[in-house]
């Protein structure tokens, strides 16, 4: 792929939506850490951390092997299975079907779980704390890992993928610890509208591009794809806007 749109889509794809799964890791360790105290925490934290070392030791390697048409069909419909549903949820929270992801009240519940399993011996080894943390950062690394390695491995470019990620997640901790609370002023909604778009569209590009298909422009096919993408998204809001209530109802369910 060569230099140009296709390499600035690959970034500000990959930036965003590492941004959104570092936002809900971020504020779940925050929560914890300042319930619970950060001893067990950081060992959740480094626990997770290296067992995702490894689950990305053992994936990337393989990628190599698999010829880069196929690996493009495959990549590109885990995609859109994936950029799909993002949509889907950001179409409904944008149109007042669905509730808005709120980061605060998130933190404020992680904390309310967590006082409610205080730990009996404040030096001893926190077993809740721990297994919170390391459920967060495990769980959403897995999703930035799955964003990496198939974005960057479907583009020809894992490594600028893989940077592109790690500037995402090391910005939003240091904002998380030092505001020290939520990230509620990322708009995280926003955000994972332009995932939705942004995953949708590189499904549909890659998938077409491992299918045979010859995009006109090559890279560029990526912008067009992305506005068609969007427009329709926008529209979607604006029709479930202008349902009745009782089909809003139904979509939402």
């Known amino acids: 792929m060569a230099v140009g ?48 070392a490894v689950i990305t030791a053992a994936l990337g390697p393989a990628l190599v092997l698999i010829p880069l048409n196929w690996l493009r069909l495959v990549v590109g419909a885990l995609l859109l299975i994936f950029g799909l549903q993002w949509l889907r949820k950001a179409i409904l929270r944008a149109s007042g079907l669905k509730a808005i992801h ?16 205080p730990p009996t ?26 964003i990496v390695l198939t974005f ?16 995402a997640v090391l910005l939003v901790t240091v904002v998380g610890f030092v505001v020290r609370g939520p990230l509620a002023s990322v708009p995280e ?26 995009w006109p422009g090559n890279d560029a096919a990526l912008i067009g794809i992305v506005g068609v993408t969007a427009v329709l998204s926008v529209v979607g809001v604006l029709v479930l806007r202008r349902s009745p209530v009782d089909e809003l109802t139904g979509a939402a369910s």
């Not at 941004?19 to 934290?45: C, F, K, N, P, Q």
């Not at 955000?191 to 590009?205: N, P, Q, Y």
């Open 5 to 52: 749109s296709g390499a600035i889509a690959l970034v500000a794809s990959t930036f965003l939506a590492s941004t959104v799964e570092s936002v809900e890791a971020v504020t779940i360790v925050l929560a914890v850490g300042v319930t619970r105290g950060w001893r067990s925490v950081v060992i959740g934290i480094v626990s997770a951390l290296a067992l995702l």
């Open 102 to 117: 709120d980061e605060v009240a998130i933190f404020a519940r992680e904390k309310a779980m967590a006082r409610e399993h």
């Open 121 to 146: 011996d404040p030096g001893a080894f926190d077993g809740y704390g721990f297994t919170l943390a390391f459920k967060g950062v495990f769980l959403e690394g897995l999703e930035v890992i799955f």
């Open 152 to 167: 960057g491995a479907s583009a020809g470019r894992i490594p600028l993928a893989a940077v592109t990620a790690l500037v």
């Open 189 to 214: 909604n926003t955000l994972k509208f332009a995932v939705g778009i942004m995953l949708t569209s590189f499904g549909v590009f890659w998938g077409g591009e491992g299918a045979g298909i010859a």
